[in-house]
């Protein structure tokens, strides 16, 4: 029976959180069974027990972060008891080098004593720290001011240098009319008061200057405010957005699509009655099988950026964005140019489903060839999005719009538009390679007949 270790759920995972357990100690399981929720950088899924048998031990308590390949739980046969650990086999030996230690003869404090130099012998005032005395702490200068050693040269009153040193004045900026241009009290007075609000307060204008790291400190102490610690899912979407905006070289392409024919189409197959499955297919469904369409007529965007080479992909594994309770994850429906419209609408609502219930497979959402987003639903106009690296680009879909349009008799007419962005990978596609991609992809959406053969 197997010792169970965290699996690598994940392309870039290195250490899960073990969300849950479903099941207790001393429980049965069988293969398949949901034992564990464990959280990736990506998703939390649901982890199934890979054998049958009871659940003997559990070694890593609910909340806890793991790396891939440590042992979290065993299964094994009724009465069967886990493996004891390599350390409990050490310990005897470790006692006994502890023991052999613990009886070696202490260094008598005679020998220390007498290996040090006499005192006597010692010259205090050429070296402090070998007489075990340690260096007198130099007097602290209030911030905003010059070394002592400057102040020094200047002449100033032994009352007007305690001032400046309260005040935070620099006692060589400041004019004295004593005898002989000494500094007084009240030269040092008259002239914290002319000072920066920052200087007269002790504060130097590099402190003031704060990082702009540090600049939502104060706000982490405002009464109320609340620090919430990133997920795995959190911090792997932030990596994986910072690898993709930063080195990959994004621009964007825009196109307004006449959406009219398209929601004629959706209509028609609505009206074929609620217990049909075509009733079931969404206007998204029509972009997704459009979008694999160009890219099969348009191969060459159908690739991803490797080093010194680009890879054009044999399949179009499309994927497609999916907003999730605490972050987004991209199901891909794979060899997406084998499916017919129908069959694109069926993968990409069961692949959303069981990603918000948390019943995905780790291949199911790694890869793809390019990625659609679509807000439209969420009453969004438009929007630019960022790749998944490494892919080359991603659709990103607007909501459908009733605008004024001037129609092919120059009438002012109302229309229907739907507005699409295509963020595209400079070193893999150029503009008048994606410009020829959105063409035929308006073409398809245009033309919705032409999805369905």
């Known amino acids: ?28 399981v069988s293969a398949g069974e949901v034992i564990a929720e464990i959280e990736t950088d990506k998703a939390t899924m649901e982890w199934e027990s890979p054998e049958d048998g ?34 409990k086999k050490e310990e005897p030996k470790k006692e006994t080098k502890a023991k052999a230690e613990t009886e070696k003869p202490a260094p008598a404090k005679k020998q220390e004593k007498e290996t040090a130099p006499p005192e006597a012998k010692i010259d205090r005032k050429s070296s402090p720290v070998a007489a075990g005395v340690s260096p007198a702490k130099p007097k602290e200068e209030p911030p905003g001011r010059r070394p002592l050693q400057e102040d020094a040269r200047v002449k100033a009153s032994p009352v007007a240098r ?30 914290s008061k002319t000072k920066p609000k920052s200087v007269a307060a002790g504060v130097s204008p590099a402190q003031t200057q704060q990082p702009a790291s540090r600049s939502a400190e104060p706000q982490q102490k405002q009464e109320g405010s609340t620090r919430i610690q990133l997920s795995g899912m959190r911090k792997g979407i932030a990596e994986r957005l910072v690898q993709s905006k930063g080195p990959v070289p994004h621009f964007y392409l825009n196109i307004d699509i006449n959406a009219a024919p398209l929601m004629a189409a959706r209509e028609e197959l609505k009206s074929a009655g609620d217990d049909t499955d075509t009733s079931k297919i969404t206007v998204n469904d029509f972009v997704l099988k459009a979008a694999v369409m160009a890219a099969v007529k348009v191969p060459k965007v159908n690739a991803m ?34 499916k017919s419209l129908r069959e694109i609408s069926a993968a990409a609502k069961d692949l959303a489903t069981r990603a918000r219930n948390k019943r995905m497979k780790p291949e199911e959402f790694q890869g793809g ?68 991609y959105l063409k035929e992809l308006r073409q398809l959406l245009e033309n919705p007949a032409l999805l369905l053969v």
């Open 305 to 338: 950026f490797d080093g010194d080479s680009i890879v054009q992909f044999a399949d179009v594994d499309l994927g497609i964005a999916v907003a999730i309770e605490d972050g987004l994850l991209t199901p891909v429906i794979r060899a997406a140019q084998n």
């Open 1 to 28: 029976m197997p010792e169970i270790q965290m699996p690598k759920l994940s392309d870039t995972m290195t250490e899960g959180t073990l969300v849950a357990w479903k099941k207790k100690k001393g429980d049965k």
């Open 54 to 87: 009871v659940l003997t031990e559990i070694f890593i308590q609910e909340g806890d972060k793991v790396n891939v390949g440590d042992k979290i739980a065993f299964i094994g046969e009724e009465g069967e008891e886990a493996p004891k650990e390599e350390k």
């Open 162 to 191: 305690r001032i400046a040193g309260e005040l935070g004045v620099d006692l060589t900026n400041v004019k004295g009319t004593g005898p002989e241009g000494r500094v007084t009290e009240s030269d040092v007075r008259a002239a």
């Open 369 to 436: 060839s390019f990625t659609v987003s679509n807000l439209g639903g969420m009453g969004i106009d438009s929007f630019s999005a960022i790749i998944n690296p490494p892919q080359g680009f991603i659709l990103a879909i607007g909501k459908i719009d009733k605008v004024p349009v001037v129609d092919d008799c120059d009438q002012i007419a109302v229309g229907q538009r739907m507005s699409i962005w295509m963020s595209c990978d400079h070193r893999v596609i150029d503009g008048a390679l994606g410009a020829v």
